[in-house]
């Protein structure tokens, strides 16, 4: 067997040079290379393209790259937990592309198993898609996204032995196994390094032949950012009409389903789930069989983080996995229903949740994913905005998410389906009547109450 060659972090940051593409692992700051990082804003190397699902954080991982001028374009999914990457894209200091989460994972899965680009259904008809193939596969409309490698990957593991398997831990493979494939020098920065054979073949995640050089580099909490604890995350939401959308979707949600929960009101769902319920709650991040958040107030250095980057629990029977493989299980419809948030749903089921005319897209996330390949997807929101104006509508406005995806609608005046390419007010909630919804909603619908 090979042995790996060990170098410092300070020999590791020299090996990026000016113009280089390079790979960032990490979801937040939850297995993110960030002494790498930050050795590599000590030099003077610019020019960098910079992917990964997210900038690190303020004057964190790629975050302290972002501050020094040293990324040219960054490309990722989720650039809106950086306020100074907004601001740089904002200003065109920076070039920047979004892509949603699932698609960036598997064009950089796919380019490290040396696939040249697929096809996929997420993102078409939206902006995302603009400017992209188009080809109608499998009865819908697919939109080809091409493979993505780089110069340089730096991912954090947490276990090396001295070939160079890795073995990650809790929700910090994320990117990190994908991105080790894709490279054409891979450079994994781990807790520790034992010698060959002392790992379990079994348990190894990331195989020798993928992975350059080893850095020994020791996580601690201030690496971890906004997930170094639960914070404010345990405070409980007092809005009545909010928890009465979220107590009516758990009555959608049957036993032994696959479930992923978007942010807002569809994480209070999580709250009211019972361990007798069955349910089995889904994380984009890597996460099947999520709990609920550690009663200690401890952070991710111990905990696994669901997709807000919030610290949980693993419940019985709970499993990891990393980016690609979780898309997979969205994509592949292995996800029985989703619960997300809107901006806007107009009455042909058409999805708008991630932007506003006049700000960045710059944080679209998982969302497209989702919306387009759970099986079933339940919209959970407030009936109207704060001026009034009705977020159900006769057609969307707002930048789309996904064409024809939402099933049911829960609002805090009434629920509605939509069937055949119709929008069907089923229910009315407690307190409200009828003429009220039909004065807050715009959108033309059809009333067949079960209530």
């Known amino acids: 067997m090979k042995k790996i060659p060990i170098i410092s972090i300070e020999a590791a940051a020299r090996k990026v040079k000016d113009g280089d593409t390079i790979l960032c692992g990490g979801f937040g700051m939850t297995g993110n290379p960030v002494h790498l990082m930050h050795e590599l804003a000590t030099t003077s190397t610019k020019n960098l393209t910079y992917i990964g699902n997210n900038v690190g954080e303020p004057n964190l991982g790629g975050g302290r790259l972002l501050l020094n001028g040293q990324i040219k374009k960054m490309i990722g999914s989720f650039f809106t937990s950086n306020p100074d990457a907004v601001k740089a894209a904002q200003s065109g200091d920076v070039e920047y592309e979004l ?59 947490w276990k090396a032995d001295t070939a160079g398997n890795l073995i990650y831990r809790l929700t910090e493979q994320n990117f990190n196994p994908a991105m080790a494939t894709a490279a054409d020098v891979v450079i994994a920065e781990v807790e520790e390094i034992v010698e060959v054979g002392e790992l379990d073949p079994n348990q190894i995640h990331t195989q020798a032949c993928f992975v350059d050089y080893l850095v020994i580099a020791k996580l601690e909490e201030k690496n971890l950012g906004s997930s170094a604890s639960i914070k404010g995350s345990l405070k409980k939401d007092d809005n009545d009409s909010r928890m009465t959308i979220a ?64 610290p949980v629990t693993p419940l019985p029977g709970a499993s990891y996995f990393d980016s690609a493989t979780s898309f997979g299980m969205i994509r592949g419809g292995h996800i029985h229903l989703a619960v997300m948030g809107a901006l806007q749903v107009d009455n042909h089921g058409n999805l708008a949740n991630y932007a506003v005319p006049g700000k960045s897209l710059l944080g679209v996330g998982g969302a497209m994913d989702l919306a387009s390949g759970a099986n079933k997807l339940i919209i959970t929101m407030n009936h109207t905005n704060k001026d009034g104006s009705s977020k159900i509508v006769n057609q969307c406005t707002l930048p789309l998410t996904a064409l024809k995806a939402v099933d049911m609608i829960i609002t805090d005046l009434a629920v509605f389906v939509i069937e055949s390419d119709q929008l069907i007010l089923k229910e009315l909630m407690s307190g409200c009547t009828i003429e009220q919804v039909r004065v807050q909603t715009e959108a033309s619908f059809h009333e067949n109450l079960t209530n």
Do not use: C, W
Request: glycine letters at 18%; aromatic letters at 4%; hydrophobic letters at 40%.
């Open 99 to 157: 892509l949603p989460q699932g698609t960036l994972g598997e064009a950089i899965r796919a380019g490290g198993m040396g696939i040249g680009g697929f096809f996929t259904p997420t993102s078409a008809g939206t902006l995302l898609a603009e400017g992209r193939e188009i080809r109608h596969l499998n009865g819908v409309d697919q939109v080809f996204i091409p493979s993505i490698r780089g110069n340089i990957a730096f991912i954090r593991a």
């Open 247 to 310: 107590k009516r979707a758990l009555k959608e949600i049957k036993k032994g389903y696959v479930v992923n929960l978007g942010i807002g009101i569809p994480t209070l769902i999580a709250d009211l789930i019972k361990s007798e319920d069955g349910i089995i709650l889904h994380t984009e991040n890597g996460m099947l069989g999520v709990g609920p958040k550690p009663k200690d107030g401890s952070g991710a250095m111990h905990n696994p983080v669901n997709a807000g980057k919030i």
